[in-house]
């Protein structure tokens, strides 16, 4: 049974799953966070597929408590909520989920391709126009849900953007050179989600690595970490259990798994020569 609440876009909640082909949606105009709303619906036995999507939030955040922009009348700010057949490790889930809304993505995004920076942005032409957050539900016996968030810059155009990100950040409009429909990106992205995380597997392998490498933003940079795994050098992929690869100054291959990881602009880079996959 489809149920529903709200409205976006001008359609009924249960309209949007209708036409999603999801069990629910449930929208509203204002929420703090529809991650906060996802993760109540999945404490009171929403389904795996339902989803909360809203015109403004207060309180969106985004990966470390970071607060995310989510004015109205521009992007997609949404959860899903997902109750995968085995639990995935926690490092794996930004990575599926970015891979899913990414492939979703490109039939709004074209001639550009949408990339996924790890571990939870994607970025169109180089600049971020998407982020994810993935958090648990937990309850007496363990992981009851997975709470995955969304947060798209679809029609902003660049003076929409804080001066502060301006330079960094995008959109679907700005790249892409059209203003997609958002119910038909959120429809696309919600439901990549759900497929993607009913069954996800235990570790990458195969065609969804050869996926991923095609979309590294960061394979082959130069890059920084911060944070516990502090380090510098170049990103060489993403690892099967979804950690990034770095090998060092020193020449040691390190698997980051937590952190902090922005590209080096050329010039700042080291004098170190640029180690191939096979060393």
Partial sequence: MTGATGRWEGRTGAELAAAWTLPQVHARQVVGSTNDMARTLADSGAPHGTVVVAEEQTAGRGRGGKQWES???LGIWMSVVARPA????????????????AE??????????????????????????????CEGSWDAAG???????????????????????????????????????????????????????????????????????????????????????????????????????????????RTITTGTVRAVPHGEAGSTPRPSRSE
């Fill in 86 to 101: 085995e639990l995935p490790a926690p490092g794996l889930l930004p990575i599926l989920v970015g891979l899913a809304a």
């Fill in 104 to 133: 979703a993505l490109d039939a709004f995004a074209r001639p550009a391709t949408a990339m996924i920076k790890w571990p939870n942005d994607l970025q169109l032409a180089g600049r971020k126009f998407a982020g994810i957050l």
């Fill in 143 to 253: 992981p009851g849900a997975v709470i995955v968030g969304i947060g798209m810059n679809v029609l902003h155009a660049p003076g929409d953007f804080a001066p502060e990100v301006r330079e960094t950040a995008t959109s679907l409009r700005i790249v892409a050179g059209w203003a997609p429909p958002r119910v038909h990106v959120a429809g696309a992205v919600a439901g990549a989600i759900a497929r993607a995380l009913a069954r996800p597997p235990a570790q990458l392998g195969g065609a969804l690595l050869d996926a991923l490498r095609r979309r590294d933003a960061l394979d082959g940079r130069e890059v920084r970490v911060t944070g516990p795994q502090e380090t510098e050098g170049t990103a060489l992929g993403i690892a099967s259990g979804g950690g990034l690869l770095v090998r060092g100054r020193d020449g040691v291959l």
């Fill in 71 to 73: 004015p109205p009348g």
